[in-house]
C-alpha cells in the first residue's frame, strides 16, 4: 500500500481524494454473544483497520498539498440483495453504461 501511495505521489505530486469503499459484515443471523472473536477480528481488520492504514499513508500527500479529501463508504448492499433498488436507479441508463 504504501508502494502504491508513494507512486502516485510521485507520478502526480498529489492526491486530491481518498476513497474507502471496501467491507464485509462476518457471519450473519446468529447472536451478538455468539459470534465467534477470530471472526469479529477479521471484520475489524477489514471494516476498520483497512481504511485507518489507507487514511494514514494518503493523508501526509494531502498534507503537503493543502488539500484533500476522505470519503468512507458503507453499505448493507453487500449482505442483502436488494434487485428493486437496482431496477429504479438503473432503469434509464444507456446499456452501454
Known amino acids: 500500500m504504501h ?3 508513494e507512486t502516485v505521489a510521485a507520478k502526480r505530486n498529489r492526491i486530491d481524494i481518498l476513497i474507502n469503499s471496501a467491507g464485509i459484515t462476518g457471519r450473519t443471523n446468529i447472536k451478538s454473544h455468539e459470534v465467534d472473536l477470530a471472526d469479529f477480528e477479521t471484520v475489524m481488520r477489514v471494516n476498520v483497520t483497512g481504511p485507518f492504514l489507507v487514511s494514514k ?3 501526509p500527500v494531502m498534507l503537503r498539498n493543502n488539500y484533500g479529501r476522505v470519503l468512507h463508504i458503507a453499505s448493507i448492499a ?3 440483495a436488494m ?3 437496482w431496477r429504479i436507479r438503473h432503469r434509464n441508463r444507456p446499456s452501454s453504461v
Do not use: D, Q, S
Request: glycine letters at 8%; one cysteine or more; aromatic letters at 0%.
Open 3 to 5: 508502494r502504491a501511495v
Open 57 to 59: 499513508a494518503v493523508l
Open 78 to 80: 453487500g449482505k442483502k
Open 83 to 85: 434487485p428493486a433498488c
